[in-house]
């Protein structure tokens, strides 16, 4: 596609489930980025994937959050567990080679947990 | 914690007036991104600046970077309805290697 996708695109959720955010990735851009936005709050950090390099996971924010990326290609972020406080908008970007490139970012998912 | 902080949070200008917000690193930054984001909307890029003492203008937004790579400020001239949103900066402060953004800055134009 065109720029970068994100599914879907709302998630309502029971606490206590687990849920998949998918991100679709622009083809050929090899820096993949998470972000969560609460409600009202800026963008803040979850995971950083660069090519073959290992991801920085510095902001995962518990071990109830993962992440995986195949390649330079699809990427899904886990959330076991859910919490009433995970609800946010899950943000994925891509570029091209990662710092000094545009990123772009998808529509986001809007996860509700109830 | 954020490592970079904006100003102001909110900002509401009447139509035609000038603005500016302002972006800041305690440490040097690799560089800035100038975004922004409409309600329910994703980001739009804006600009990027990657210099010491770099500006770049795209229509009435002129974004600067200070010599230290610590202080960037958007400047919107004649403001209209349409650059109402939500201004995020985002950088890679220090050794980081993520894209961190600050809290954004909200704005609201007034025909």
């Known amino acids: 596609g065109a720029g970068v996708s994100q599914s879907p695109s709302n998630k309502v959720t029971e606490k206590g489930k687990d849920v998949e955010l998918r991100c679709d990735p622009i083809?050929?851009?090899?820096?993949l980025y998470w972000y969560r936005q609460r409600l009202g709050q800026g963008l803040e950090f979850l995971i950083y994937f660069q090519g073959n390099s290992a991801p920085d996971k510095s902001g995962l924010p518990s071990d109830r959050f993962s992440a995986e990326r195949t390649g330079e290609s699809v990427s899904t972020l886990t959330i076991q567990r859910t919490q009433q406080e995970d609800s946010a908008v899950y943000l994925c970007?891509?570029?091209?080679?990662?710092?000094?490139?545009?990123?772009?970012f998808g529509q986001g998912t809007r996860l509700t947990v109830v | 914690s954020q490592e970079l902080e904006q100003s102001p949070q909110s900002l509401i200008v009447q139509e035609g007036k000038n603005l500016t917000i302002n972006c800041t690193s305690s440490?040097?930054?690799?560089?800035l991104y100038w975004y922004k984001q409409k309600y329910g909307e994703g980001l739009i890029f804006l600009m990027m600046l990657q210099k010491g003492g770099e500006e770049k203008s795209h229509e009435k937004i002129t974004a600067k970077l200070d010599e230290k790579k610590q202080q960037s400020s958007l400047h919107i001239t004649a403001s209209q309805p349409s650059h109402a949103g939500i201004y995020l900066c985002g950088g890679a402060p220090g050794s980081a290697r993520q894209l961190t953004f600050g809290s954004g800055t909200q704005l609201t134009v007034l025909p």
């Open positions: 083809s050929g851009h090899t820096a």
């Open positions: 970007a891509s570029s091209a080679q990662g710092w000094g490139t545009e990123a772009f």
């Open positions: 440490k040097t930054l690799y560089g």
